[in-house]
Structures are given as C-alpha cells and as structure tokens.
T-cell receptor
Framework: DAKTTQPDSMESTEGETVHLPCSHATISGNEYIYWYRQVPLQGPEYVTHGLQQNTTNSMAFLAIASDRKSSTLILPHVSLRDAAVYHC?????????????FGKGTSLTVIP | GPKVLQIPSHQIIDMGQMVTLNCDPV?????FYWYKQILGQQMEFLVNFYNGKVMEKSKLFKDQFSVERPDGSYFTLKIQPTALEDSAVYFC???????????FGPGTRLLVL
C-alpha cells in the first residue's frame, strides 16, 4: 500500500496559485516528505522536501501540518511549464541508505 | 542540473530472454537506485546499491534481477529470464553521499512479448 495519498488530478489557470494536497497519516517521526514532479518521457525532477518546518525555495512552498500527517505543495503563479505529475514521497532511512516511497501522484493541468 | 543517462530508451524483448538496462549516473555520486513504473501506476522502489553492494531491495526485486557497477562504469539492472510482468518503465537514480536529493534518469521503456 502507498504511504502517501494524493488526488488523481487537479486543474488550474495560468497565474493562479495552486495547492496540491498530500496525506501521509502513518508517517513516522524520522521520515522526510519529498515532492518531485514528472513530465511525459522524463524522470522525476526534485521540487522540495522537509521534515517538520515549512520550507520554501524558488520553485514552491511546502506547508507541513503540525502533526505531520499531511502536507501541501503550494505553487505560486503557475505557468504552462508547471503542468506535470506531482509526486508526494516519503523518505525512509535505514542503516547506510535512504529509500523513496512514491504515491500515485497528482496530474496538474494548467489552462492558458 | 546534474544529468543521469539511461541506455537504451526503449527495449523490446521476447519472454525468457535476458535484458540489461544501463544507467550512467551523475559523476561522483555513490548511491544508486532502480525504480519500476507500470503504466498508470505509482513508481515502485526496487533496489539501492552502494560501494558494490545491495543495501536494500523490495519484494519486487525478484531472484531473476541483479545489479552491478563494475569498475565505475554503467550501473546495470539485469533481468534473466524476463517475464511478461516485467514490462514497465525502469528509472535509475543516483545521489551524492552528502546530499538528500536523488537525480533520476529519463527511464528505459521495456516491453516483454
């Protein structure tokens, strides 16, 4: 079973701010939350990640709930280039390794 | 940004044959990964590899699968023999030892007939 749950699809208009939700109700205390995006015929591309605190970079703002059971990726002023499948991922660390566990992803459509 | 390359981009093979998927990771990266994505389904972790050894593998990493990176060349995933259910897109990823980000290749689309 997937460790994360996301809506299958969302739609937005160019210039709007998009909120992509992710539920990870069984997250453990040391599991990081990652977001990647993927366009057709390419591999996933890193967007952002966090553990407990909200984070921001040039691509997005990641809001993490205080109980860490959910998070929201916020994309400000989306453009057509932001159309992609957005993956919410949990990173599980073991002795000497890190593994990613993907959800099914949200397909974001951006309308001109 | 850093690029991971995968060769070939597409491969069609008859069931029972052997196939080798090649990954050229980002230079100076030491951690390597394979993932499998069946059309319409989520990406699934297969295996991670470091210092010449498999560190962890999932239940999808069947006995018919093997990985290696001989002498710093390609990081390979070999399937011998192939089965129909091995048809999928296989993604390679690599990571630097002191970074938390995995860089993914564009995938190899494998079709087993």
């Amino acid at each position: 079973d997937a460790k994360t749950t996301q809506p299958d699809s969302m739609e937005s208009t160019e210039g709007e701010t998009v909120h992509l939700p992710c539920s990870h109700a069984t997250i453990s205390g040391n599991e990081y939350i990652y977001w990647y995006r993927q366009v057709p015929l390419q591999g996933p591309e890193y967007v952002t990640h966090g553990l407990q605190q909200n984070t921001t970079n040039s691509m997005a703002f990641l809001a993490i709930a205080s109980d860490r059971k959910s998070s929201t990726l916020i994309l400000p002023h989306v453009s057509l280039r932001d159309a992609a499948v957005y993956h919410c991922i949990l990173r599980v660390d073991g002795t000497g390794y890190q593994n990613f566990y993907f959800g099914k992803g949200t397909s974001l459509t951006v309308i001109p | 940004g850093p690029k991971v390359l995968q060769i070939p981009s597409h491969q069609i093979i008859d069931m029972g044959q052997m196939v080798t998927l090649n990954c050229d990771p980002v230079s100076n990266h030491l951690y390597f990964y394979w993932y499998k994505q069946i059309l319409g389904q989520q990406m699934e972790f297969l295996v991670n590899f470091y210092n010449g050894k498999v560190m962890e593998k999932s239940k999808l990493f069947k006995d018919q699968f093997s990985v290696e990176r001989p002498d710093g060349s390609y990081f390979t995933l070999k399937i011998q023999p192939t089965a129909l259910e091995d048809s999928a897109v296989y993604f390679c990823a690599s990571r630097h030892w002191d970074q938390d980000t995995q860089y993914f290749g564009p995938g190899t689309r494998l079709l087993v007939l």
